[in-house]
């Protein structure tokens, strides 16, 4: 199975490089036009700012490939949030994949904090990227921005209040949480989308 994994000026590339080595798989990491369309699976990973990333997708023409993409492709943390229509960091235009927002999280009591960083249960699983018996599982999250629960939602968890925790529309799947660093309910959910 050809996996490809979109490099561009993000980070947390590798720590998914090592997550699919650990499952068997030896991922391209890549840029190429050529390699990720003819690639059976993408993944569009990132830890970054929205605006100079979705700047650095343009500039390589990597957004119109990547929103024309056929097979299954997963975005991870930022890569989901830059498969939605807007992201309120840095006021971007994002790749609209998802006709949704991104907003900053606004803490509600003293002790929320930002960026919301750990361990929640995912809520409300239902997309192939999940089984039934992930839902209440717990996985590793670390971002300052989120998307609200909208018709995409694939599933969901709380942090000062409910977002979304997955994001699935058409070829399309998504994760606000990193499954590369969640054990081995990230690692179950890897292997599912592998096995889409």
């Given at each position: ?9 993000a980070g947390n590339i590798y720590s ?181």
């Amino acid at each position: 199975m050809d996996i490809a994994i979109v490099k561009y000026n993000a980070g947390n590339i590798y720590s998914v490089d090592y997550a699919l080595k650990r499952l068997g798989i030896e991922p391209v990491i890549t840029a190429d036009p050529e390699l990720l369309c003819k690639a059976d699976k993408v993944i569009f990973p990132g830890v970054g700012h929205a605006g100079s990333t979705m700047n650095h997708l343009k500039e390589h023409k990597l957004d119109e490939l990547i929103r024309n993409l056929k097979q299954p492709v997963l975005g991870i943390c930022l890569g989901m949030q830059l498969m939605c229509r807007y992201s309120e960091e840095g006021e971007t235009d994002c790749l609209g994949i998802f006709d949704t927002d991104v907003k900053l999280f606004i803490p509600q009591k003293h002790e929320d904090k930002v960026p919301h960083m750990g361990w929640n249960a995912l809520t409300q699983v239902n997309s192939a990227l999940f089984t039934e018996d992930q839902e209440n599982q717990f996985v590793y999250f670390v971002h300052s921005y989120y998307v609200p629960v909208n018709e995409y939602t694939a599933a969901t968890t709380g942090y000062i209040q409910p977002f979304s925790a997955a994001l699935h529309k058409d070829n399309f799947y998504a994760t606000q949480f990193h499954p590369e660093k969640s054990g081995r309910v990230g690692e179950a959910i890897l292997k599912n989308f592998l096995n889409l």
